[in-house]
């Protein structure tokens, strides 16, 4: 920390910088995580957001919010959706590389499920994403849209259920575009190319071009990127096997390995005193390597894409804007690694690759009727993903992968005479997921300057997701010849014959709906100084979901030779796959489900003649319930009740001060808060409740927090800027308890309770016109944990037994799996320094000069632990031309 503490200090440093400018020094470009523009007197200017559903200053409004604007996102640096997460202290993100992440404000996290679970079990967001007024989100499946060419983003902390609705709870993140200019002809390029040590080369390229094709009347905006982002992830040489070892005759030592194959050594030896394997032989397990896709940095991503914007000024109080942006994200290999194979390093056995397309159209109309303004907002997102990934690991920890890899007779204790082999553990899963939403809103705005105002809005959104996941791990090897066909009684999205190797699948088709009246009044109390704002937002949720899941239990393998060792098809081998689960039938009476309520919000403000302010807000956020696919094993009463799970909620209590001095060279805000999160939605997969991920409404919590942010201009050429934030939160009750959670007290998932950023840049102008500046930032995350389900430790169910000397109970665990994992704190720092002149720019950039390992997000899937991180040091060059 010294070392980039000491790195930054020179960087703000008026030294730094030794020549004298002979003429008046110009503003300097946008830098800061709060990234006020400034003046040419010397002083901040706020950016003009419209959180409140005004165009408004944003350091004029009771609301803790933080906005860059594009200049800001193009010096940070910012390419994707973790790097505007890395800006912003009091956002997180549980990533699992490009297009495939969760975010969260102000601590309110508890984890998401793995990307194969993501559209059929995954919750809805807590924090709401937009792209202008067009909602973006998806259960783990963001738009990782794109950052160029954008006028701001605004990130708004704190639930935002009365005018953003559903899933907003968190608080939402706002990309919004840059609109067509209608009186002058313009356009742009930035190119960039990269280094990153021990790794692959990036390169990218943007542009845009304005072009008013009736001035004053209508314009086009164009803008097209290309990103190729460069792997540093190394797939290296490795051998894997179903694991187990027996311990036979080791005194004080149990078997391990896959939770099956250890149940069935135990099971061998219950009624035989001090068990020393009699009764149980171990299977042969062969073994799989992945030469065939050994690779260094082959985690590479590319973003392409373009954007179109049509403004039409019908007169001057109506006007009609329409954009259309459509981008591809492409990917292969992970984006986590495996610490225990090495620094950046993991062993994979088969493909792994994703792509992730978007559309995303909108219409706005504005205008005026009398007094007030009107906007009708529209839009309509068409998401499809599709990604396949390696899951050989799934051995580990899969209590019926035996079933599949291995002969019948490692599975069953009655068919010694079936064969005693577990086969290459092989596997994959194949993810199609499309998402299709509808959204349209009519809002009416009276005028800012009256004494009594408000706003009122209709709101109206259809998401449609359509999941198909199938699991391919079934072994031919091991009796799996059969193709099959999804059972004709079932409304599927496909009927055809499916490969021999796929061995489950859901077939899912979630409904949301949401109807929604909102309005605020604000009314001057005494003007210009006092003002009470009180708003709500009737809603009402409509959530479905249908299809099934099917697997291949009963009557799926083929007749077994045991001269041979091969299997040969029966006389009326099955056509179809089993019924696991039809939602018809677990969710009858359940789906679709009904929400309605009433979403206040409250708040009292003072401003100062200095342009200063203090505020007191009440305000309420919530996201709606959803189902499981079949929860439990068994059909007990606490089984049935796992079929769904409820809306959850949270109640935030804050006051805040947003301070102006030195002239306004100087803002100060922040914010503090009391957070009461109820029927905390998590999703699980303890295979002691059911061998599928459920979600459930599992705990309570409490969030008490402090946030802020500060920009100063201490001189013409110098601006620095920070923000940070502390979030003390903690688990107070648990609604489900089962065994896997953490203990109360523990603090939620995802939630440091400290981070802080600090960014400066010194840019001054020369006689001869040219502009060269220094920019530094240092960003600290302290520790934290990676989920709250404590452990998903496969228990021992059956008689006492004692192997080697050691007594099992019933219940006891058998196979432990951690998997709340402490992620370290750690510090980042990037720099970058270069020349501007008239309309182009040329820069040198450092990004995580240290070369950090963070712990962005830590995971125990398949049995493996792995870490997600940040790209290692990466020095590159960059220019733009602006005409």
Known sequence: MSAAAGVLAFALSPSAWA??????PVAPATPASVAPA???NGGLTDIVVTATRRSEAANKIPLAIRALGGEALRDLHVSNLEDLVAQMSNVRSASRGPGVSSIYIRGLSSDTPGAQFMGTVGVQPNVALYLNDAPSSMPGRNLDIYPVDLNRVEVLAGPQGTLFGASSMGGAIRYITSKPDLTRWGGGINGSVSATYSAAMSGEVDGYINIPIVKDKLALRVTGYFDHQGGYIDNVYGEYQMPFDGHVGEAGQLPTGNPLLVSRALASCVGVTNCTGSGYTPPIRQKINNAAYVKNNYNDAEYKGFRAALTYQIDPDWSIDVMHMRQKLTSDGVFDYQPDIGDLKVH????NTLKDNFDVTTLNINGRIGALTVLYAGS????????????????????????????????????????????????????KSVNKRLTNELRIVSPADKRIRGTLGVFYDVNKLRDNTDWLYSQVAAGYIYPRSVNPSLSANDYGVKPTEVTFFNDTYRLDKQFAVYGEVSIDIIPHHLTLTGGARYYRETASMTGSSDGSFGGARGVYDPATGTYSAAANPPAYYNISADFSQTLAGLSPAHYNGVIPKANLTYKFDSGSLIYATYSEGFRPGGFNRRPCRTNTPECVSLRYYRPDHVNNYEVGWKLSALNHRLQFNVAAYIIRWTNVQMSVFDQNISNQTFTNNLLNARIHGIEGDLAWRATRELTVNSSFSYNDSKVTDYVLPISALVPLGSPLAM?????????????????NGFKPFIQASVRHVSSSISSDVANTSIRWTGSTVTYNGVTVNNGDPISPQITSLRQGGYEMLDISLGVSRDKWTLEVYGKNLTNARPELFRSLTEGEYRTTTARPLTVGLRGSYNF
């Open 380 to 431: 309509y997102v068409h998401h499809e993903a599709q990604q396949t990934a390696d899951y050989s690991g799934y051995s580990n920890v899969g209590l019926y992968l035996p079933y599949y890899e291995c002969d019948a007779g490692v599975y069953y204790n009655s068919m010694s005479n079936a064969g005693n082999t577990c086969y290459t553990p092989g596997k994959s899963y194949r993810i």
């Open 348 to 351: 994979k056995f088969g493909p």
């Open 751 to 767: 939630s440091p309770k400290f981070q802080f950023s600090v960014t400066g840049r010194y840019q001054r102008e020369l006689a």
């Open 19 to 24: 020549q004298e400018a002979a003429s008046a």
């Open 38 to 40: 400034t003046t040419d």
